[in-house]
């Protein structure tokens, strides 16, 4: 598997993080979901399984806070 390297979140008062936080995550999502389609998968079954397992991920997490 491929190793991702993300840069640390942007610092100050107008930063936008979840801006920032998208734009470093769109390329690697956008390779699962090329790969994904390539196998046979339905893009927008890959995009909604994407989203139901973050937010599952979130979910589980905000117990942790």
């Known amino acids: 598997m491929e190793k ?3 840069d640390g979140p942007p ?3 107008d930063a ?3 801006a920032e936080c998208q734009r470093q995550l ?3 999502i956008q390779e699962i979901v090329k ?8 893009r927008q079954d890959v995009l ?3 989203v139901e397992l973050s937010w599952d991920m979130y979910e589980k997490r ?3 806070l």
């Open 4 to 6: 991702f390297s993300f």
């Open 11 to 13: 610092v100050g008062d």
């Open 16 to 18: 936008d993080i979840s």
């Open 26 to 28: 769109l390329s690697p």
């Open 35 to 42: 790969a994904a389609v390539a196998a046979g998968w339905s």
């Open 48 to 50: 909604l399984a994407m």
């Open 62 to 64: 905000r117990g942790d």
